[in-house]
């Protein structure tokens, strides 16, 4: 087997769970995001243009062009016309080497992310409240939703470049016996820039991309994220235990620990210990080196599962991901994502801020009607002397977010400030 076959098959391995797009139908079904077959049926709604934007006067950020062979065709997807780029807009079309599809549980890094610009990344030195997020309007909002994507990828790119994936109206391959139309992968244009300050402002001309109703934007942002990465990278990233991305889960696929690696630290390392490991539990010398965390990131990381305790299967989180450079996690609890964060951006550089303290706690579902509001204690008294007495249910002995929590702050004595307990 030649150079160019294996390189070939490596790819395959590392993006055959995110080739087939039909695949990912009930995902994004499941989230909204209906990926119907056959033609459009419901109208496209006009997209309404940002008049007062700051932004509109600024020219199209360029980006490197390769035009795309002028093949139109009738698009059997659900994806509105105003949400397609026009092909003169520039890029690099997709070739069929580089189609790949979709992925799910992004959303909760991007909203960190998200907190992240509009608490720590304000202008001047804009005090970081819970009261300014409040009130946040629109279009600070679509241009936090921006930054917040291009940071990512940014990162991605280790800080030098960056690539956005957006859909056009036109194919830009033809088919042929090793790939699979989907009406979608074919008519990606890639942009790459080399200055940060350019993937936001591009990312925020075209929001409606990501953000609007029958955009995709999920799966635009993965394919963004892939290439940012790049091929080549994220299989130096992985180590012998991973070489996907994502895996199924009860007929559904999710991401693994690589693929959050990549969202939070812009590296898609498998595990989430700090380094590489050479030696396994028992200390003797591994036949491959594991690789781990390597940077502490903005947006940290925190990992409780109740199963995985039982079965004492709980892999444990190192520093760099517990201890991020701002006080914002993702939290993976028992599978489900939220996020926990902090407004106050000492917590982690003084360590007498970490006696008594609020967390703010969102898991984006629709039965959390307000952010809880946690007072963390670290300080006074031990959190299981409280616990004594409670009876029969774990999870009201030791509720799962409290859990995850004392995964940094062990013997922390939680306070839900009224709220009723969940998770």
């Not at 993006?15 to 077959?37: H, V, Y």
């Amino acid at each position: 087997m030649n150079a160019d076959e294996n390189a070939s098959g490596e790819l395959d391995e590392i993006l055959q769970q995110i080739a087939e797009l039909d695949e990912w139908r009930e995902i994004f079904n499941s989230r909204g995001l209906d990926l119907q077959q056959g033609y459009v049926k419901r109208p496209s709604e006009k997209i309404k243009a940002d008049e007062d934007s700051d932004d509109s006067s600024r020219p199209a950020t360029s980006a490197h062009h390769v035009s795309a062979p002028n093949n139109l065709f009738t698009v059997p997807y659900s994806i509105p016309q105003t949400l397609a780029v026009s092909p003169s807009l520039g890029g690099q079309p997709v070739s069929p080497e580089l189609a790949v599809g979709g992925a799910s549980a992004i959303q909760m890094v991007v909203q960190a992310h998200i907190i992240k610009c509009l608490l720590f990344n304000q202008p001047g030195n804009s005090a970081c409240t819970m009261q300014s997020l409040l009130e946040v309007g629109e279009k600070e909002q679509r241009r936090a939703l921006a930054a917040a994507l291009a940071d990512i990828l940014w990162t991605a790119g280790e800080e030098q470049t960056a690539t956005v994936s957006l859909v056009t109206s036109e194919r830009c391959f033809a088919p042929h016996l090793d790939y699979k139309l989907d009406s979608f992968t074919e008519r990606l244009q890639l942009f790459t820039f080399k200055k940060k300050d350019d993937v936001r402002y591009f990312i925020c001309e075209h929001i409606q991309c990501f953000k609007e109703e029958g955009s995709h934007g999920i799966i635009l942002f993965l394919y963004s994220l892939v290439f940012s990465r790049t091929i080549d990278r994220i299989r130096a990233d992985f180590d012998c235990t991973t070489t996907h991305l994502l895996h199924l889960s009860l007929g559904n696929f999710v991401c693994r620990q690589a693929l959050l690696n990549l969202l939070l630290t812009g590296r898609a390392s498998p595990h989430v210990f700090n380094g590489t490991s050479l030696n396994d539990e028992k200390d003797q010398p591994l036949a491959h080196p594991l690789h781990g965390v390597l940077t502490r990131s903005h947006v940290g990381y925190l990992l409780w599962n109740r199963e995985q305790v039982k079965h004492a299967q709980l892999p444990l989180v190192g520093s760099m991901l517990k201890t991020p450079r701002l006080p914002i996690w993702v939290c993976n609890i028992n599978g489900t994502y939220s996020v926990l964060f902090s407004p106050n951006r000492s917590l982690l550089s003084d360590w007498k801020m970490e006696h008594l303290f609020q967390l703010y706690f969102y898991n984006g579902q629709p039965t959390q009607l307000n952010t809880t509001v946690l007072t963390i204690d670290t300080h006074s008294h031990h959190w299981e002397a409280e616990n004594k007495d409670i009876q029969g249910d774990l999870e009201k002995k030791f509720p799962s977010v409290e859990m995850t929590i004392r995964t940094k702050w062990e013997g922390a004595v939680i306070d839900w400030n009224g709220a009723v307990p969940f998770f």
